[in-house]
């Protein structure tokens, strides 16, 4: 079946929660313009590397694999393997990409039947993500 594949060369960010305020009595919400430039920067990063046509429609399941590279603490020890068990949660940073590709790299995330994710040290901040269908 279908494969993309690509990476985001972007720190990961995790999905922030909408924000509400009032204003002149006025309630508004709205989305931190760091969760959206993230969202945007994958979404761009999707259409340099497919075309439009390159997408899954539905009925097409997708099984999702999301590869979260972030930056070693200096204050790490260097001689023995550490994982990333800190903030911010690994399923926030699946929600920035579900979102930004829900209805661009597939038609709704109704359609990722299974998911695997994980969060690495490395040397270069990015996002791997490989969608297949089945």
Do not use: W
């Amino acid at each position: 079946m279908k494969l993309i594949a690509f990476e985001v060369l972007m720190k990961p960010t995790a999905k922030a929660r909408a924000r509400t305020v009032v204003h002149n009595g006025i309630t508004r919400s709205y989305t931190p313009s760091k969760t959206v430039d993230s969202e945007n920067m994958i979404r761009v990063t999707y259409y340099d590397h497919y075309l439009l046509t390159d997408r899954f429609s539905k009925p097409t399941a997708i099984k999702l694999t999301c590869v979260f590279v972030l930056s070693k603490p200096k204050s790490a020890p260097k001689k023995r393997e550490i994982l990333p068990t800190t903030r911010p949660d690994i399923d926030n940073y699946i929600k920035l990409v579900l979102d930004s590709l829900n209805g661009y790299a597939f038609d709704d995330d109704s359609q990722i039947i299974e998911l695997h994710a994980s969060k690495v040290y490395g040397d270069i901040p990015k996002i791997r993500i490989q969608m297949e269908g089945v």
